[in-house]
């Protein structure tokens, strides 16, 4: 009869400890937690790609903007260099990193240097600009190369 008794004493230990939930949150934190930072992360660099993107796709546009309407201004001559310092000065948001590559190509047949572009051709600014993700590198994807295009008729 001892023996009955005792066999139900550890059925009745062994439900207890089945239905003792302590240390569970735990293991669910230690479980979830990585995934939310992961999660955090990727969510983080994709905002990060969104903006490298859209202001290298601004400073293009107003890059080419600037060298279509003012090609032909007599007061303001505008070389190759001055147009890249403009579109460098336009870039706002690419946050640290590379210098981007900036290219401009004047309209066919035209010479930078000289003020009197050909009207009616076509301006072309192109932004290059690698971006390195924080979450991307973990599964070996190195720097990402975002561009920014924009051409312009000149006026």
Not at 117 to 138: H, M, N, P, W
């Amino acid at each position: 009869m001892r023996k009955g008794f005792e066999m139900i004493h550890r059925m009745q230990k062994y439900f207890q400890m089945r239905r003792d939930e302590r240390g569970s949150a735990s293991i669910e934190f230690v479980i979830t937690f990585p995934v939310v930072i992961l999660a955090t992360l990727i969510i983080f660099d994709i905002g990060r790609a969104t903006q490298m993107m859209s202001s290298l796709s601004s400073a293009a546009n107003d890059t080419a903007r600037y060298a279509s309407a003012h090609a032909t201004d007599n007061l303001i001559p505008k070389t190759e260099a001055e147009i890249i310092a403009f579109a460098k000065s336009r870039l706002v948001g690419v946050g640290p990193g590379p210098d981007p590559v900036i290219t401009f190509t004047p309209p066919a047949g035209a010479d930078v240097a000289d003020p009197d572009f050909v009207s009616g051709g076509e301006v072309s600014v192109r932004i290059t600009r690698d971006l390195a993700f924080f979450t991307f590198g973990f599964v070996g994807l190195g720097p990402q190369e975002f561009v920014g295009r924009a051409d312009m008729i000149v006026l």
